[in-house]
């Protein structure tokens, strides 16, 4: 992915939005769909403090034939704050690194790093119960987004 809008979020926005002066904090549950025939999407808005994007969400999905391919993003004014893409393919990187994106607002594109802070998420068709949560709040705890008791609902519900 992208090529996002450029100067969408201020550099001073983005670095408010990673920390906790952004007073982040997801509202309500996770609320779990599907999105195209074979993917499943999950949303939670989150409110900030920061003046001019107020308003975020967290977004999580994966493809059901890949279910090992993990993906969470925080998006405030339709750009990805911050993004993670579990066992995906980047360019530079071995095939099924977990990997995450920053978005650079001087040019609307995204920078990519390997994490040390993501639980780690086998290959294969199945995933283990509990591993989409872990992941998805290891994420958010380093965005600095609340999590609201009781926000989380399993994929598919």
């Known amino acids: 992915m992208g090529g996002y809008a450029v ?13 906790k002066l952004g007073r982040a904090r997801a509202q309500g549950q996770l609320s779990w769909s599907s ?4 993917t499943q999407q999950g949303l939670i808005h989150v409110r900030t403090a920061v003046e001019d ?3 975020g969400m967290l ?3 994966f493809v059901l034939a890949r279910p090992d391919r993990f993906h969470v993003q925080y998006l405030v004014n339709r750009v990805p704050v911050r993004r993670l893409d579990v066992n995906d393919n980047h ?4 095939p099924d ?4 994106h920053t978005y650079v607002p001087q040019t609307g594109a995204e920078g990519a790093y390997v994490p ?7 290959l294969g068709p199945t995933v283990a119960a509990g591993t989409y949560r872990r992941v998805f709040e290891a994420f958010a705890s380093e965005c600095f987004i609340e ?3 009781g926000y989380w609902t399993e994929p598919g519900r």
Not at 10 to 15: E, K, N
Not at 35 to 38: D, E, F, R, T, V
Not at 91 to 94: A, E, I, M
């Open 35 to 38: 999105l195209k025939p074979h």
């Open 147 to 149: 999590l609201p008791e």
């Open 116 to 122: 040390d802070d993501i639980p780690p998420v086998p």
């Open 59 to 61: 977004r999580a999905y």
């Open 91 to 94: 360019k530079g990187l071995p």
């Open 53 to 55: 994007c107020p308003d």
């Open 97 to 100: 690194t977990t990997h995450k």
């Open 7 to 19: 100067g969408a979020l201020s550099p001073t926005a983005i670095s408010t939005l990673l920390s």
